[in-house]
């Protein structure tokens, strides 16, 4: 579609990736929606986790997580290497600083699905990441998604829900908050969110610039 290869275009001139931050309960429908996204909006990099857990069901090591020991997990993060990193069920994730490095050499915006710890820690060193919170319809809902997984047990579900009302507590923090109550919708507004974010004046400026520099010295109307 032309509108795309402009945005491409577009997107090629900006210096900065923009950070999408995505957030969710456990069961929200999260990473379909990600997925989704990727599929449907150009320009878009998904940033991979490191994690020290192990792989679940069909995860693809390097797709889903990058997973690594919790010795290595360590030493990098004492090396500085995360942008953000947390402690989530006994198992560390984190992510590498280098996907914003990669995401500004191929000119895409970066994609972070992380949880609400992470996400407090990376508006914090990049104020300018865009953060989106979503949300199942109701408690009820979340607890069937999460059993309609069936990857886990009574007892993490349990946990899983506990946790669940105390990332919601935290809502306000986002800029924008998602009711997942159907995949198609959703999508449409996570895509609408990323257009809308690419084009607001302060992300422009860049390319404002040149274009009044045409008029500079245009003479005067006669009207």
């Keep these: 579609m032309l509108e795309e290869r402009i945005q491409t275009r577009s997107e090629g001139a900006r210096r900065e990736p923009i950070v999408f931050i995505i957030s969710a309960p456990s069961g929200s429908g999260k990473s379909t929606l990600v997925s989704r996204l990727l599929n449907t909006v150009e320009g878009l990099r998904f940033s991979v986790s490191h994690t020290t857990r192990r792989p679940r069901g069909n995860e693809v090591p390097g797709e889903s997580y990058i997973y690594i020991s919790r010795q290595e997990f360590e030493e990098r993060r004492?090396?500085?290497e995360f942008l953000e990193q947390a402690e989530v069920f006994g198992n560390y994730y984190g992510t590498h600083r280098d996907v914003l490095r990669q995401a500004r050499r191929e000119g895409k915006d970066l994609i972070l699905d992380i949880d609400v710890q992470g996400a407090r820690q990376l508006k914090e060193s990049i104020p300018s990441a865009v953060s989106i919170?979503?949300?199942?319809?109701?408690?009820?809902?979340?607890?069937?998604?999460?059993r309609a997984r069936s990857e886990d047990s009574e007892e993490t579900i349990r946990r899983r829900l506990t946790d669940a009302a105390v990332e919601i507590s935290n809502y306000e923090q986002y800029d924008y908050v998602l009711v997942n109550h159907q995949v198609e919708e959703s999508v449409s507004t996570l895509a609408a969110i990323v257009r809308a974010e690419r084009v607001r004046r302060s992300r422009m400026e860049d390319q404002i610039r040149p274009i009044l520099e045409t008029f500079k010295d245009q003479p005067p109307s006669l009207f």
């Design 78 to 80: 004492e090396r500085g």
């Design 133 to 146: 919170f979503v949300l199942a319809p109701s408690r009820d809902i979340l607890e069937q998604r999460l």
